[in-house]
């Protein structure tokens, strides 16, 4: 595409890769990946899929963010690469873990490549919930049990009010709480406080959709006896209500009992400036 000025403009393909297992990409992604001139990497994207769906001549720039831990590659960083490489006339595939819409950036990444006239897609995948449940054998709307599912975070404190605790109390929609293990104690505490039924119970999903996948299952009030304080490996995925019961009955995959990562944690954040620096092998950041 060429721009009023007569610059050539490429193209910026937001697109997810799914929650873990290489193989739930969909089949969409895995083309414009085939086709991409750079890739601006999550760091919950399976390395498979990088070596089996990126062509040998692209970059691959890893842009991780990792929830409270001060090492994430700053946002302004991956709008700037967005920019810099789409004004280079290069097909762009921002790969995001699980669905790129849901608690991940996107609003500032659409934002950027609309203010700058740069073409984009959006092409969405299997949401971390989706894949954690299935592969836990928790169907999140089984009849009888929930009508309904509420995607939520709990990252930090001042995101839910008391207000709202009391009503995830009383629902009985199934709840679903991403980026929240480090703050479940807290978590389980509202609840209780709230009266939630003792027929809800409580499953923590680790890296679910791997190989690596545990899954921890409890009452909300047996919590402090069974799971508090426990280091959950990231990512890990929460999910409260009647359904959790039905893992007993319905799961398919045995724990790993694995203390391994399965996607490697961020150690050093990306800036401009050491990209910059970088060595480029072989296409490969």
Known sequence: MTSGNGQVKGKVILAAAGPGDPELITVKTARYLQRADVVLTDRLVSERILTEYVKPAAEIIYVGKQCRRGVSTPQATINELIVQFALQGKLVVRLK???????????????????NNIPYEIIPGVTAALGAAAYAGIPLTARGYSTAVRLLTYYKSDVVTDEYWKELAETNDTLVFYMSSETLDQLVIKLVENNISAEKLLAVVEQATTPLQNVHICSLYNYEEELMGKPFISPSLVIIGKVVALHEQFRWLENSESHEYYFKPVTNPLTIDNLNKATINAGRV
């Open 97 to 115: 873990g699980g669905d790129v819409s849901i608690f991940s950036n996107i609003m500032d990444e659409l934002e950027t490549v609309v203010s």
